[in-house]
C-alpha cells in the first residue's frame, strides 16, 4: 500500500480555500456606481427611493446623496429617467 504525499493533500486542500473563497463573490464592475466605502450602489436601491411617493425630490435626492451619488448632473439624469 502506497502512503499518499502530504504535499499533495495540502495542495488540494489550498486549492478548495481557494474555490470556496471566490464562490459567491460579486464581479468586478469597473464603471460600477460606488459609494463612499467602495460598496456597489444598486439600481434597485435607486428606484426604491425614487418611487417613494411620499418624499419631495429633495429628500429624494438627500436619500440618494446618502447612498453615495453625489454628482448633480447625475441626480438629474436619474430622476428624468427612473422616476415612475
Same mark, same amino acid.
Given at each position: 500500500? !502506497?502512503?499518499t504525499n502530504? *504535499?499533495?493533500?495540502?495542495?488540494?486542500?489550498?486549492? /478548495?480555500?481557494?474555490?470556496?473563497? *471566490?464562490?459567491?463573490? @460579486?464581479?468586478?464592475?469597473?464603471?460600477? /456606481?460606488?459609494?463612499? &466605502?467602495?460598496?456597489?450602489?444598486?439600481?434597485? @436601491?435607486?428606484?426604491?427611493?425614487?418611487?417613494?411617493?411620499?418624499?419631495?425630490?429633495?429628500? !429624494? !435626492? &438627500?436619500?440618494?446623496?446618502?447612498?453615495?451619488?453625489?454628482?448633480?448632473? /447625475?441626480? &438629474?439624469?436619474?430622476? @428624468?429617467?427612473?422616476?415612475p
Amino acid at each position: 500500500m !502506497k502512503r499518499t504525499n502530504g *504535499i499533495g493533500t495540502g495542495i488540494i486542500a489550498l486549492m /478548495l480555500a481557494a474555490a470556496g473563497s *471566490i464562490i459567491g463573490c @460579486e464581479g468586478a464592475y469597473p464603471n460600477a /456606481l460606488r459609494a463612499a &466605502d467602495g460598496t456597489p450602489i444598486r439600481i434597485e @436601491e435607486i428606484v426604491e427611493i425614487l418611487g417613494q411617493e411620499e418624499l419631495t425630490e429633495d429628500e !429624494k !435626492k &438627500d436619500l440618494l446623496r446618502a447612498l453615495g451619488i453625489t454628482d448633480e448632473m /447625475l441626480l &438629474d439624469y436619474l430622476f @428624468e429617467t427612473l422616476q415612475p
